[in-house]
């Protein structure tokens, strides 16, 4: 089973910045998509960025690009968010998740079966 545990969601300023952390478990990074997604209230669940492990290929919704960066520490199993200029429709749950993949893109949220908790990202003056 997969497992990931996320961190770093707050409450921030428009403009502000912050880094989301997931660290994985349950298998080696290798050959996996690895990313996140967000549902803000009312919304479908959105794929936001994600990382192809072996090669460190990029994916960025467009409404990120520009603004977020994602990275990843193969050695301590972790992938970094980093997200700034945050916008008030920013504002949402992120949540961390994997897939076995050839490419960064991400698959429709019903194609993975494991999630992480899930961390708060509220952007508001």
């Known amino acids: 089973q997969l497992q990931f545990v996320e961190s770093g969601g707050g409450l921030v300023q428009p403009g502000g910045s912050l880094i989301l952390s997931c660290v994985v478990s349950?298998?080696?990074?290798?050959?996996?998509?690895i990313g996140w997604f967000r549902q803000a209230p009312g919304k479908k669940r959105e794929g936001v960025s994600f990382?192809?492990?072996?090669?460190?290929?990029?994916y960025y919704a467009d409404s990120v690009k520009g603004r977020f960066t994602i990275s990843r520490d193969n050695a301590q199993n972790t992938v970094y968010l980093q997200m700034n200029n945050l916008k008030t429709e920013d504002t949402a749950v992120y949540y961390c998740?994997?897939?076995?993949?050839?490419?960064?893109?991400?698959?429709?949220?019903?194609?993975?079966?494991?999630w992480g908790q899930g961390t708060q990202v509220t952007v508001s003056s």
């Open positions: 990382i192809y492990s072996s090669d460190g290929r990029t």
């Open positions: 349950g298998f080696t990074m290798d050959y996996y998509a």
């Open positions: 998740t994997a897939e076995q993949s050839t490419h960064p893109a991400p698959f429709p949220p019903p194609s993975y079966n494991d």
